[in-house]
């Protein structure tokens, strides 16, 4: 259906609802979801079978979150708040080694496999998940952990030395786009479940946007860089300061829009967020073959990433969110056309309508290039996710 | 001109020769020689400009490896040696970090940007450089620098907690094959240079291949694994436990060959390496399309990493010098028609008529997903030592 030609609100999200609670989180809890051991497990083939028995720990924060949200927001069935349970009972028995620092992958039964030195986002989305499940469970001890483990980031990412940087410190120092984003979702998420604490969490979401415009953003260019030195400047002699993931800072534009509702109307933050949609729809929208391709190069050089001309299923996600989102708060009809265009090619090229839920990743031109269902980068969070968020959109926009 | 149906060696010779001396290593010196800061440059774009100002530590060995024995085996051109000299002064003046380990990769000038914790990789490349170095330049302190590096190497090895495990080494304790293949090719090197020690570098030789074969080799699924356990375990249920990487143990394959040529005959290395490569060719050739698939998984899964089925440059080198060395060992009429077939398709697809040198990325299907020249990871190696070892073959095969 199409959203420019005056599709009905309401079929739209009841698209979406269908979509999410008979297809989507179905997938999710009869095969991921680990009745015995405990969490959710994403390495999934085709028809979900497990290919491998190792467990994301961004996945327990990121699939605690989801299936919260979707009992909050769209259905209250137990099994939803069951699954939450599960994975973040699993994030506080074996996510968190000695030093407070979270792992990236453990065993089945959680013993570590991996952590990583550089990141915090399996911090940041045990937060996410403990503060969604402490709203939706009505247990508020959970927002307090939620708290514990955002303060405990912030101590991390302040403490020189501690998050090992991907580029020698002195030679070039650098900071990424990825922390201010995340962190900005994180911190609304803890506002939902700290309603008292909104002034704080407003101020910090404040500083988090007005870092992402005064680093980030390149008015020259018209585009949002992912690596910049510690002022913002440039770093174009190299790959990595050139590099443009539009389904990174898409995903943002519509972090910073939904920050202007949650706020009851913030015209500067609105404008801002359609900015960051408008430059990045331009670099990420492929004219040729439909979709939103992985990477550009903000002067047009050819990039180091061989895969970055593939189309992975969450930048269309996030291309979709932020379009029907730019329409309902804007009213420009540039965001439903696009809407429609990047609903209409994602829907008929991810989903597997014979296995259920989506395919991950296509090359370019739309050819497949596997069939698995979910690693330790896809599992139940982008595309419930989208339909969760769409599904609040379009129900907002009348169609409940 | 397809060698199954008799074409002469000296012709093929001819066109390694040429093909080495007037497109390959010139457009190196020409565009990736630094002649103001030293050492080697490789990001480069399709006409050759410099895109990315840093070296990669690897290339500074890699390059003087090229360089040098280019010069001993080919054509001794002045500027192949001078080449060879920047680089090994660049790896002497910047390669190394105060506690005796190498950087990744530097500045143009040779500050220190990204050190890898979890390799022993430009270690190698820098004393496969200076032990070639010492033969072509008639510098017998260039190997006695040469067996230093090795001797640390082993030392970094053998010492626990000095390389940073991939994996937890308590939960999921493995070993990965491109450590004891790289040093059997190290080893090789260094026998070269040092003559008189040929009897430690034959019984290191020995040791290594004999851990190939009883680590990494499964007589079951008929593949070489990439990571097993500490005894050659397998590791199944994982990702990486299952993956194969065609590439890289048909490369092995031919350092195996050659080994039992240069020990003037050992039928088991001989019949080793051929059945690696027998393995191998039946796993990575891609019937559909043609040439050398990246990633299989051994239970034939779909495999984690989304560029799995992409056709990069270096496989198809390393399969091109192993099918032409099994023939020229074995006189098998089936590895003269694999020879024919990889060398066929991939210097139809790869070469770039236009410019010069190859391009480095293509599609399954023989789309070119980007026109880079070099990066990180491509750049004066595979293909030069591609043409240098087959010229050495078609030469050995009486066509000099």
Chains 1, 2 share one sequence.
């Not at 939904?258 to 500067?268: F, I, S």
């Amino acid at each position: 259906m199409s959203l420019a030609n005056g599709a009905g609100a309401a079929s739209l999200a009841a698209e979406f609802k269908t979509e999410l609670t008979e297809n989507i989180l179905p997938f999710w809890l009869k095969h991921g979801l680990d009745r015995q051991a405990g969490g959710m497990t994403t390495a999934l083939d085709r028809r979900g079978e497990v290919i491998d028995t190792d467990k994301s720990m961004w996945f327990q924060g990121r699939a605690g979150w989801v299936f919260s949200t979707a009992y909050r927001e769209v259905e209250q069935r137990p099994e939803y708040l069951e699954a939450a349970a599960s994975c973040i009972d699993f994030i506080e028995a074996h996510g968190f080694d000695t030093d407070g620092r979270m792992f990236f992958r453990v065993t089945r039964e959680g013993k570590p496999v991996i952590k990583r030195l550089r990141y915090v986002f399996s911090e940041a989305f045990a937060a996410m998940a403990m503060a969604a499940y402490s709203r939706a469970a009505g247990k508020p001890e959970y927002a307090g952990k939620a708290r514990a483990i955002f303060d405990r980031i912030g101590q991390i990412v302040a403490t020189p030395g501690t998050l090992m940087p991907k580029f020698d410190p002195e030679t070039r120092p650098s900071q990424g786009f990825a922390l201010s984003m995340i962190m900005l979702a994180v911190a609304q998420e803890l506002r939902g479940a700290q309603p008292g604490d909104s002034g704080f969490y407003n101020a910090y979401i404040d500083r988090a946007v007005a870092h992402i415009e005064g680093n980030f953003m390149d008015r020259e260019h018209r585009c949002v860089l992912e690596q910049v030195g510690p002022n913002g400047e440039h770093q174009f002699d190299h790959f990595e300061g050139r590099m443009l993931n539009p389904g990174h800072s898409i995903e943002a534009s519509w972090f910073i829009m939904n920050e202007a509702r949650l706020r009851g109307g913030d015209r500067h933050f609105t404008e801002l967020g359609a900015q960051i949609l408008d430059w990045m729809w331009d670099w990420g929208w492929d004219k040729e073959y439909g979709g939103i391709i992985y990477y550009r190069d903000a002067l047009n050089k050819p990039g180091s990433e061989y895969w970055h001309d593939m189309k992975f299923w969450w930048p269309q996600t996030e291309a979709i969110i932020s379009t029907l989102m730019a329409y309902a708060e804007t009213g420009e009809s540039r965001f439903a056309e696009r809407f429609d265009a990047i609903y209409e090619w994602t829907t008929r090229l991810f989903p597997d309508r014979e296995y259920g839920e989506w395919f991950g990743y296509f090359h370019r031109d739309g050819r497949r290039s596997t069939d698995l269902k979910g690693n330790m980068y896809k599992g139940p969070f982008h595309i419930p996710r989208m339909y969760i968020e769409c599904y609040g959109i379009a129900s907002r926009m009348g169609g409940k």
